[in-house]
Every structure is written in structure tokens, then in C-alpha cells.
């Protein structure tokens, strides 16, 4: 049988078996890491390049009123929406609880009863 990988779970070749094993797996080169964030690498390029635009037309005062209009404008949108607050407020819940519950537990007394976080029914 010709060395590699194993061709199934109960493959009798001891070689390829410790061959897979012992072999690392190849890192990926820049272009493949590229490849993979290339969403990511976009909008930050965007991002960059529509920051460098208005600071250079309206300075970095215009810039910063103009990162607040926007996030006020997508936090406006977010809460106006029902089903996107609804998500939202579902995807905060969790961190919000456990951090509330963490920062009041030390300072209750050993035998209050703190109230649990109210379970969404699926």
C-alpha cells in the first residue's frame, strides 16, 4: 500500500497511520491568509479610505462628527426595528446578566436569594 494518508477509519497500514500522525499541518502563506480575511480587508480598506476623504476634506472635527452621525444613524436603526432589537437585546442579555450577577454577588448577604435571569421560551 503506498504511503499517506489512511483511506479509511480501520485502515491496516501502520506507515500511513504514524505518517499522518507525525506530520504537521502547513501554515498558510500571505495569500491564502488574504484569501480567507478578504472581507474583512475590504472593509477595513473602505473604512480607510472613506476616513482619509472626509478628514482631508472637512478635518478630523468633520470626521469625528461624522463617525457619531453614523453610529447614532445604525443605533437608531438597530433599535427602531423590532426584529433587529429583538436580536440585539437577545445577543446582550447573556453578558449583561452574567456581569450583573457577578458584580452583586459578592456584596449580597451569604443567604439572599438573588433572582434569576428570566429564560426565553424558544
Known amino acids: ?10 485502515d ?13 499541518v502547513r501554515r498558510p502563506g500571505p495569500v ?3 484569501w480567507n ?7 477595513l480598506a473602505v473604512l480607510a479610505v472613506s ?8 478635518g ?3 470626521l469625528s462628527v461624522a463617525t457619531g452621525a ?14 433587529a432589537r429583538r436580536w440585539c437585546v437577545g445577543a446582550a442579555w447573556p453578558a449583561f446578566s452574567m456581569t450583573s450577577l457577578d458584580a452583586l454577588r459578592p456584596r449580597c448577604p451569604r443567604r439572599a436569594r438573588l433572582p ?7
Not at 500500500?1 to 480501520?10: I, L, T
Not at 497500514?13 to 507525525?22: D, G, K, Q, R
Not at 476616513?51 to 472637512?58: D, R
Open 1 to 10: 500500500m503506498p504511503a499517506g494518508r489512511p483511506h479509511g477509519p480501520n
Open 12 to 24: 491496516p497500514s501502520l506507515m500511513s497511520s504514524l505518517e499522518t500522525a507525525v506530520t504537521g
Open 32 to 34: 491564502e491568509v488574504a
Open 37 to 43: 480575511w478578504r472581507w474583512e480587508l475590504a472593509i
Open 51 to 58: 476616513s482619509g476623504l472626509i478628514a482631508g476634506a472637512l
Open 60 to 62: 478630523l472635527l468633520g
Open 70 to 83: 453614523g453610529l447614532a444613524a445604525s443605533a437608531a436603526t438597530l433599535l427602531l426595528w423590532p426584529s
Open 116 to 122: 434569576r435571569p428570566r429564560r426565553r421560551a424558544a
